[in-house]
C-alpha cells in the first residue's frame, strides 16, 4: 500500500518532495533532538491524489491519517475530543518552496463546547480556553468554512464599545462565552451550518481546506512570480498545539539566526508575551524585539541561543525559526533558510566560510546572481541633509522615490502605465501581491520585521518599511498624516528602507559602491570561473565603471553614440547630406578629432585591457530628423515664407530623409552595408581608433584595439572591410611612428553569418554573437514591434516560455550560437569567441555561453558583478574547462 502519511520520527530532510519544506524541516529536527510539538505530514502526493480524486480523500489516504492520529494520541497522552486530556492540533500547508503566507493554517483544532471546559480545567485558565476557542471559531470558519473575517470582528468590535473595553486581553472568560455564542450564530446564518463539534469532522474539513488553499488566487500568482510550478501540490502538517498565550510565562516569537538585512552574526528577530503565533504576524501588536526576551525569561534566552547554534551547525545556513514558550517550556515549532536581502546573502555566505561551517564554493552557490542587483541600486546621497517627516523600522534596505498610493490595484494600474509608485497601506496582506510586484517600495503603519510586507518586499528586493506607527492613513479619503502634515494620494516622497525614514519630495541618490564582502565573494568567483566577462561601454564613464565592477574589457563599445552628441549632430548632417566625396571627407575631417578624444579616454580607462569598437551600425536616417514633422515644417514654410532660404534648406533635407527613408531599416542600410557604400566613413573612425591607440600608447598606457564589423552575413564583406581596416592601421602606424597589435574581428547576429560561420573565420580574428539582432533575424521578429504588440500575448498563452530578447532562445538562437563557434573554430582553432547583445548579462544565457565553449560574454557595466558570480557557477555545476583562458 502506497505510503501516503508519515509520522514526524519517520521523515528526514532529504524528502522536501514528498513532505514539503515544513514537513521535512520538523521530521529533521525531531531527529535531531529539538523541542517539537510532535505530529505528522500528510504528503505532497497525497495533495496530487486528492486532485486526481476529482477533490476526494481517499479511503487509503483516511485510513492512514486515522493511524497516525492514534499514533499522536498516544505519544502525547491526550485524545482529540476528550473531555478530560483533549489534544488540540494545528493543520498547515506547507510546499515544497517556501510560499509565506500564501497558503492556509488552522490553529487550535479539536475545540468544540466541551473540550474548552477540560482546557480551562487543564490550565486553570478559562479565560484563555475561552479565547482559544473563539479563536478556533474565527480562523476555522475564515479558512475552512470561508465566511469573511470582516463578520467577526464587527462583531467583536461592537462588543468592546459595548462594554468600554480598549483591547482583547480586558474581555473575561463570560465575555467570551457570550461571543462565542454570537460567532457561532454567524456561522449558522453566513454558512448554514452549525459549527462542527467533532473534532475528527473538523480535522478532515481542514485538511481539504489546506488542499484547496493550493489552488486560491494569491497562491497561483505567487507561483507564476517565483516559477514554481502548478503540480507540485501542498502537504498538510499535523502538529500538536502548544499555547504561548497562558500568562506571562509564555510568549511566542520569530528569530533569525542572523540579522537577515545586513548579514551580521546577531540573534535577531521579535517576540510578543502572552500571544499566539497569529498575533506576531497580523502586526496587531508591535512585538518586542528579541533582546527583550533575554531580561524577561533568562532561561528560555540561553536556550534559545543554544538552539540556534545547533540549528545552524546542523543546516550549515542562517535559519528563520517559529518558537513557543509555554509555561516557561522552549518548543521550536519550524525552522527554515531564511531569507534574506543581498547583503545579508553575501555577509552570512563569507562569514559561514570564515567559520568553518561551509566552503568557498557553497558560499558562491548561496547567492543568487539575480539578487545582486539590488546592491547596484542607486541609494540615499549621504550628504544630502535629510529632515526625516517619520521614521519607522527599517524592514528591507535600498531607497525609493515614487507617488503615494493607497492601494494594491491603484499601484498596479500606475505601476503599468509607467509610474514610479509607493504603496502606503496599514498592514499588507497576501491579496495585495500585484499592487507590491508593481510598486517601488512598501511603507506599512503597523507590523514588525517580520510582517507580510517586510517579507515579501525582502524576497523581491524592495525598500520597505513597517511599523511607522506615526502615520495616520486615511485609506478612504486616500492622504496620510503626520502630525500637522499632509501628503495626498500622487505627492511624491522618498524612502529609506535601510533607516526606515521616510521624506517629502524627491532627494539626491548616488551610485553604489561594493562592500568588503561583495569584493572578496566575487574574488573567490574569480578564482574558480574560467568564462571572462567584459561590459559593453560607450564612453570613459561607462568604462571607468566596468572597471571598478571587475570587466576584463569592453566587449561592445557602440561608436554611433559618438555621432549622436548635440554638438555633433551638426556636423554628422552635413556629412549625410553630403553631395559630393570631397563634401563627405570635410566633415568627416571635423569628427574624427572629436571621436579620438573618446576613444583615447576609453583606453585609459582601461588601463591595456582590450577594448572592442564597433564601427558604425545604425542606418543614417537616425541622425536626420523625423519625416512626419518635417514635412510638416516645410509645408508650414512654403504657405508663409515661400522662397525663403530656410524653406529651401528645409526642401533640402526633406529630400534627403525622403531617399533614405526605408520600409524596414531593422534589415535596411546599416551595419556593414554602411561601410560597403560609403567607405569614408568607416575610414574615419578606424583612423580615429588607431590615432587615439597611437597617442595612449605614446603615453605609457598599453592598449588592444579590437576592430568589429557589425551586421557581417557574407564573407565578401567582412573581407572588404578587414581590408580597410588593416590598410588604415598601417597608414597610421607608420605616420605616428609606432607599432601595436590590434584585432579585426566581427559581429555574428545573422543566421546566415552563424551558417557560413567557417567561411567568415577565414577572415576573422574573434566572434561575438549579438543576440539581440540574432534573436530578431532567427525569430523574424522586429523586437519594437514584437514587444509592443504581440509577444505579450505569445507568453501569456505559453506559446513562448519567455520572451527571448530578456532570456535567450537556447533550442534556436542558441542552436546559430553553437553551429557559428563549431564551424568558426573548424577553421581557426584558437578563435576568441564572446557574446555581447542584452543575454550577456543574464544567468541562464551565461551559463549557456559557458556551456557552449564561449571565451566570454559582455553586458553592462552594473551586471558585471553579477555575470562574474553567474560565470563561476556555471564553472561548478558543469566542471571546469580543459584549457585555461585569460580572464580577469
Ligand atoms: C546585438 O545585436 O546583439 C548587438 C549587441 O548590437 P545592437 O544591440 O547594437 O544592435
Ligand atoms: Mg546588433
Given at each position: 500500500?502506497?505510503?501516503?502519511?508519515?509520522?514526524?520520527?519517520?521523515?528526514?530532510?532529504?524528502?522536501?518532495?514528498?513532505?514539503?519544506?515544513?514537513?521535512?524541516?520538523?521530521?529533521?529536527?525531531?531527529?535531531?533532538?529539538?523541542?517539537?510539538p510532535?505530529?505528522?505530514?500528510?504528503?505532497?502526493?497525497?495533495?496530487?491524489?486528492?486532485?486526481?480524486?476529482?477533490?476526494?480523500?481517499?479511503?487509503?489516504?483516511?485510513?492512514?491519517?486515522?493511524?497516525?492520529?492514534?499514533?499522536?494520541?498516544?505519544?502525547?497522552?491526550?485524545?482529540?475530543g476528550?473531555i478530560?486530556?483533549p489534544l488540540l492540533v494545528s493543520v498547515r500547508s506547507?510546499?515544497?518552496?517556501?510560499?509565506p503566507g500564501m497558503m492556509d493554517t488552522v490553529l487550535n483544532l479539536g475545540m468544540n463546547d466541551k473540550t474548552v471546559q477540560a482546557v480551562a480545567k487543564l490550565t486553570n485558565n478559562e479565560r484563555f480556553a475561552y479565547d482559544s476557542y473563539r479563536r478556533f471559531i474565527q480562523m476555522f470558519s475564515n479558512v475552512v468554512l470561508g465566511l469573511d473575517i470582516f463578520y467577526f470582528e464587527q462583531l467583536l468590535d461592537e462588543f468592546r464599545e459595548k462594554k468600554g473595553y480598549k483591547a482583547d486581553p480586558e474581555l473575561t472568560a463570560d465575555d467570551w462565552k457570550e461571543v462565542i455564542e454570537r460567532y457561532k450564530l454567524i456561522v449558522k446564518r453566513q454558512a448554514r451550518m452549525e459549527f462542527p463539534q467533532n473534532p475528527?469532522e473538523q480535522l478532515?474539513l481542514a485538511?481539504?481546506a489546506v488542499?484547496?488553499s493550493?489552488?486560491n488566487n494569491r497562491?497561483?500568482?505567487?507561483?507564476?512570480?517565483?516559477?514554481?510550478?502548478?503540480?507540485?501540490?501542498?502537504?498538510?502538517?499535523?502538529q500538536s498545539m502548544v499555547f504561548g498565550n497562558m500568562g506571562d510565562d509564555s510568549g511566542t516569537g520569530v528569530a533569525?539566526?542572523?540579522?537577515?538585512?545586513?548579514?551580521?552574526?546577531?540573534?535577531?528577530g521579535e517576540y510578543l508575551i502572552n500571544a499566539q503565533g497569529e498575533d506576531v504576524v497580523a502586526g496587531i501588536r508591535t512585538p518586542e524585539p528579541i533582546?527583550v526576551l533575554?531580561k524577561d525569561m533568562?532561561?528560555v534566552?540561553?536556550?534559545?541561543?543554544?538552539?540556534?547554534?545547533?540549528?545552524?551547525?546542523?543546516?550549515?545556513?542562517?535559519?528563520?525559526?517559529e518558537f513557543t514558550v509555554e509555561r516557561g517550556e522552549?518548543f521550536?515549532l519550524q525552522?527554515?533558510?531564511?531569507?534574506?536581502?543581498?547583503?545579508?546573502?553575501?555577509?552570512?555566505?563569507?562569514?559561514?566560510?570564515?567559520?568553518?561551517?561551509?566552503?568557498?564554493?557553497?558560499?558562491?552557490?548561496?547567492?543568487?546572481?539575480?539578487?545582486?542587483?539590488?546592491?547596484?541600486?542607486?541609494?540615499?546621497?549621504?550628504?544630502?541633509?535629510?529632515?526625516?517627516l517619520t521614521k519607522g523600522l527599517?524592514a528591507?534596505?535600498?531607497?525609493?522615490?515614487?507617488?503615494v498610493v493607497f492601494d494594491a490595484d491603484e499601484a498596479?494600474?500606475?505601476?503599468?502605465?509607467?509610474?514610479?509608485?509607493?504603496l502606503v497601506r496599514p498592514e499588507t496582506t497576501p491579496d495585495d501581491i500585484?499592487g507590491i510586484?508593481?510598486?517601488?517600495?512598501i511603507v506599512t503603519s503597523r507590523g514588525g520585521m517580520t510582517s507580510h510586507a517586510a517579507v515579501v518586499a525582502?524576497?523581491?528586493?524592495?525598500?520597505c518599511i513597517c511599523g511607522c506607527e506615526k502615520l495616520n492613513i486615511d485609506v478612504k479619503n486616500k492622504r496620510f498624516t503626520v502630525g500637522d502634515t499632509v501628503v495626498n494620494y500622487?505627492?511624491?516622497?522618498?524612502?529609506?528602507?535601510?533607516?526606515g525614514?521616510i521624506?517629502?519630495?524627491?532627494?539626491?541618490?548616488?551610485?553604489?559602491?561594493?562592500?568588503?564582502?561583495?569584493?572578496?565573494?566575487?574574488?573567490?568567483?574569480?578564482?574558480?570561473?574560467?568564462?571572462?566577462?567584459?561590459?559593453?561601454?560607450?564612453?570613459?564613464?561607462?568604462?571607468?565603471?566596468?572597471?571598478?565592477?571587475?570587466?576584463?574589457?569592453?566587449?561592445?563599445?557602440?561608436?554611433?553614440?559618438?555621432?549622436?552628441?548635440?554638438?555633433?549632430?551638426?556636423?554628422?548632417?552635413?556629412?549625410?547630406?553630403?553631395?559630393?566625396?570631397?563634401?563627405?571627407?570635410?566633415?568627416?575631417?571635423?569628427?574624427?578629432?572629436?571621436?579620438?578624444?573618446?576613444?583615447?579616454?576609453?583606453?585609459?580607462?582601461?588601463?591595456?585591457?582590450?577594448?572592442?569598437?564597433?564601427?558604425?551600425?545604425?542606418?543614417?536616417?537616425?541622425?536626420?530628423?523625423?519625416?512626419?514633422?518635417?514635412?510638416?515644417?516645410?509645408?508650414?514654410?512654403?504657405?508663409?515664407?515661400?522662397?525663403?532660404?530656410?524653406?529651401?534648406?528645409?526642401?533640402?533635407?526633406?529630400?534627403?530623409?525622403?531617399?533614405?527613408?526605408?520600409?524596414?531599416?531593422?534589415?535596411?542600410?546599416?551595419?556593414?552595408?554602411?561601410?560597403?557604400?560609403?567607405?569614408?566613413?568607416?575610414?574615419?573612425?578606424?583612423?580615429?581608433?588607431?590615432?587615439?591607440?597611437?597617442?595612449?600608447?605614446?603615453?605609457?598606457?598599453?592598449?588592444?584595439?579590437?576592430?568589429?564589423?557589425?551586421?557581417?552575413?557574407?564573407?565578401?564583406?567582412?573581407?572588404?572591410?578587414?581590408?580597410?581596416?588593416?590598410?588604415?592601421?598601417?597608414?597610421?602606424?607608420?605616420?605616428?611612428?609606432?607599432?601595436?597589435?590590434?584585432?579585426?574581428?566581427?559581429?555574428?547576429?545573422?543566421?546566415?553569418?552563424?551558417?557560413?560561420?567557417?567561411?567568415?573565420?577565414?577572415?576573422?580574428?574573434?566572434?561575438?554573437?549579438?543576440?539581440?539582432?540574432?534573436?530578431?533575424?532567427?525569430?523574424?521578429?522586429?523586437?519594437?514591434?514584437?514587444?509592443?504588440?504581440?509577444?505579450?500575448?505569445?507568453?501569456?498563452?505559453?506559446?513562448?516560455?519567455?520572451?527571448?530578447?530578456?532570456?535567450?532562445?537556447?533550442?534556436?538562437?542558441?542552436?546559430?550560437?553553437?553551429?557559428?563557434?563549431?564551424?568558426?573554430?573548424?577553421?581557426?582553432?584558437?578563435?576568441?569567441?564572446?557574446?555581447?547583445?542584452?543575454?550577456?548579462?543574464?544567468?541562464?544565457?551565461?551559463?549557456?555561453?559557458?556551456?557552449?565553449?564561449?571565451?566570454?560574454?559582455?553586458?553592462?557595466?552594473?551586471?558585471?558583478?553579477?555575470?562574474?558570480?553567474?560565470?563561476?557557477?556555471?564553472?561548478?555545476?558543469?566542471?571546469?574547462?580543459?584549457?585555461?583562458?585569460?580572464?580577469?
Amino acid at each position: 500500500m502506497k505510503k501516503f502519511i508519515y509520522l514526524f520520527n519517520e521523515g528526514n530532510s532529504d524528502m522536501r518532495e514528498v513532505l514539503g519544506g515544513k514537513g521535512a524541516n520538523l521530521a529533521e529536527m525531531t531527529n535531531i533532538g529539538l523541542p517539537v510539538p510532535y505530529g505528522f505530514t500528510i504528503s505532497t502526493e497525497a495533495c496530487n491524489h486528492y486532485y486526481e480524486s476529482g477533490k476526494n480523500i481517499s479511503g487509503i489516504v483516511e485510513q492512514q491519517i486515522l493511524a497516525a492520529l492514534n499514533t499522536l494520541e498516544e505519544k502525547t497522552g491526550k485524545r482529540l475530543g476528550d473531555i478530560e486530556h483533549p489534544l488540540l492540533v494545528s493543520v498547515r500547508s506547507g510546499s515544497v518552496f517556501s510560499m509565506p503566507g500564501m497558503m492556509d493554517t488552522v490553529l487550535n483544532l479539536g475545540m468544540n463546547d466541551k473540550t474548552v471546559q477540560a482546557v480551562a480545567k487543564l490550565t486553570n485558565n478559562e479565560r484563555f480556553a475561552y479565547d482559544s476557542y473563539r479563536r478556533f471559531i474565527q480562523m476555522f470558519s475564515n479558512v475552512v468554512l470561508g465566511l469573511d473575517i470582516f463578520y467577526f470582528e464587527q462583531l467583536l468590535d461592537e462588543f468592546r464599545e459595548k462594554k468600554g473595553y480598549k483591547a482583547d486581553p480586558e474581555l473575561t472568560a463570560d465575555d467570551w462565552k457570550e461571543v462565542i455564542e454570537r460567532y457561532k450564530l454567524i456561522v449558522k446564518r453566513q454558512a448554514r451550518m452549525e459549527f462542527p463539534q467533532n473534532p475528527q469532522e473538523q480535522l478532515f474539513l481542514a485538511i481539504r481546506a489546506v488542499f484547496d488553499s493550493w489552488n486560491n488566487n494569491r497562491a497561483i500568482v505567487y507561483r507564476r512570480i517565483h516559477k514554481i510550478p502548478d503540480h507540485l501540490g501542498t502537504a498538510v502538517n499535523v502538529q500538536s498545539m502548544v499555547f504561548g498565550n497562558m500568562g506571562d510565562d509564555s510568549g511566542t516569537g520569530v528569530a533569525f539566526t542572523r540579522n537577515p538585512s545586513t548579514g551580521e552574526h546577531q540573534l535577531y528577530g521579535e517576540y510578543l508575551i502572552n500571544a499566539q503565533g497569529e498575533d506576531v504576524v497580523a502586526g496587531i501588536r508591535t512585538p518586542e524585539p528579541i533582546h527583550v526576551l533575554e531580561k524577561d525569561m533568562p532561561n528560555v534566552y540561553k536556550k534559545l541561543v543554544a538552539t540556534c547554534q545547533l540549528l545552524e551547525q546542523h543546516y550549515k545556513d542562517m535559519q528563520d525559526i517559529e518558537f513557543t514558550v509555554e509555561r516557561g517550556e522552549l518548543f521550536i515549532l519550524q525552522t527554515r533558510n531564511g531569507k534574506r536581502t543581498a547583503q545579508a546573502a553575501i555577509r552570512i555566505a563569507v562569514d559561514l566560510v570564515k567559520e568553518g561551517i561551509i566552503d568557498k564554493e557553497t558560499a558562491l552557490l548561496r547567492v543568487d546572481p539575480e539578487q545582486l542587483d539590488q546592491l547596484l541600486h542607486w541609494r540615499i546621497d549621504h550628504m544630502f541633509k535629510r529632515e526625516p517627516l517619520t521614521k519607522g523600522l527599517p524592514a528591507s534596505p535600498g531607497a525609493a522615490t515614487g507617488v503615494v498610493v493607497f492601494d494594491a490595484d491603484e499601484a498596479e494600474k500606475l505601476g503599468k502605465e509607467g509610474s514610479k509608485v509607493i504603496l502606503v497601506r496599514p498592514e499588507t496582506t497576501p491579496d495585495d501581491i500585484h499592487g507590491i510586484v508593481a510598486s517601488q517600495a512598501i511603507v506599512t503603519s503597523r507590523g514588525g520585521m517580520t510582517s507580510h510586507a517586510a517579507v515579501v518586499a525582502r524576497g523581491m528586493g524592495k525598500a520597505c518599511i513597517c511599523g511607522c506607527e506615526k502615520l495616520n492613513i486615511d485609506v478612504k479619503n486616500k492622504r496620510f498624516t503626520v502630525g500637522d502634515t499632509v501628503v495626498n494620494y500622487g505627492e511624491t516622497i522618498t524612502i529609506d528602507g535601510s533607516t526606515g525614514e521616510i521624506m517629502l519630495g524627491e532627494i539626491p541618490m548616488i551610485e553604489p559602491k561594493l562592500s568588503e564582502e561583495f569584493k572578496e565573494l566575487l574574488s573567490w568567483a574569480d578564482e574558480v570561473r574560467d568564462l571572462g566577462v567584459r561590459a559593453n561601454a560607450d564612453n570613459p564613464t561607462d568604462a571607468q565603471k566596468a572597471f571598478e565592477f571587475g570587466a576584463g574589457g569592453i566587449g561592445l563599445c557602440r561608436t554611433e553614440h559618438m555621432f549622436m552628441d548635440p554638438q555633433r549632430v551638426p556636423i554628422v548632417q552635413k556629412m549625410i547630406l553630403a553631395e559630393t566625396f570631397e563634401e563627405r571627407k570635410t566633415a568627416l575631417k571635423e569628427l574624427l578629432p572629436m571621436q579620438q578624444g573618446d576613444f583615447e579616454g576609453i583606453f585609459e580607462e582601461m588601463q591595456g585591457l582590450p577594448v572592442t569598437i564597433r564601427l558604425l551600425d545604425p542606418p543614417m536616417h537616425e541622425f536626420l530628423p523625423d519625416k512626419e514633422e518635417l514635412l510638416v515644417e516645410v509645408t508650414r514654410l512654403q504657405l508663409t515664407e515661400k522662397g525663403s532660404p530656410e524653406l529651401e534648406e528645409k526642401e533640402l533635407l526633406l529630400k534627403k530623409v525622403q531617399q533614405l527613408a526605408e520600409v524596414n531599416p531593422m534589415l535596411g542600410h546599416r551595419g556593414c552595408r554602411l561601410g560597403v557604400v560609403f567607405p569614408e566613413i568607416y575610414e574615419m573612425q578606424v583612423r580615429a581608433i588607431f590615432y587615439a591607440a597611437a597617442n595612449v600608447l605614446k603615453r605609457g598606457t598599453a592598449v588592444k584595439p579590437e576592430i568589429m564589423i557589425p551586421l557581417v552575413g557574407h564573407i565578401n564583406e567582412l573581407q572588404r572591410m578587414r581590408r580597410l581596416v588593416v590598410e588604415t592601421a598601417q597608414q597610421v602606424m607608420r605616420e605616428a611612428e609606432v607599432e601595436f597589435d590590434y584585432l579585426v574581428g566581427t559581429m555574428i547576429e545573422v543566421p546566415r553569418a552563424a551558417l557560413t560561420a567557417d567561411q567568415i573565420a577565414e577572415q576573422a580574428d574573434f566572434f561575438s554573437f549579438g543576440t539581440n539582432d540574432l534573436t530578431q533575424t532567427t525569430f523574424g521578429f522586429s523586437r519594437d514591434d514584437a514587444e509592443g504588440k504581440f509577444l505579450q500575448t505569445y507568453i501569456e498563452q505559453k506559446l513562448l516560455p519567455d520572451n527571448p530578447f530578456a532570456v535567450l532562445d537556447r533550442d534556436g538562437v542558441g542552436k546559430l550560437i553553437e553551429t557559428g563557434v563549431k564551424l568558426g573554430r573548424s577553421t581557426k582553432s584558437n578563435l576568441k569567441t564572446g557574446i555581447c547583445g542584452e543575454h550577456g548579462g543574464e544567468k541562464s544565457a551565461i551559463e549557456f555561453c559557458y556551456m557552449t565553449g564561449l571565451d566570454y560574454v559582455s553586458c553592462s557595466p552594473y551586471r558585471v558583478p553579477l555575470a562574474r558570480l553567474a560565470a563561476a557557477l556555471a564553472t561548478i555545476r558543469h566542471g571546469k574547462k580543459k584549457v585555461e583562458i585569460s580572464s580577469r
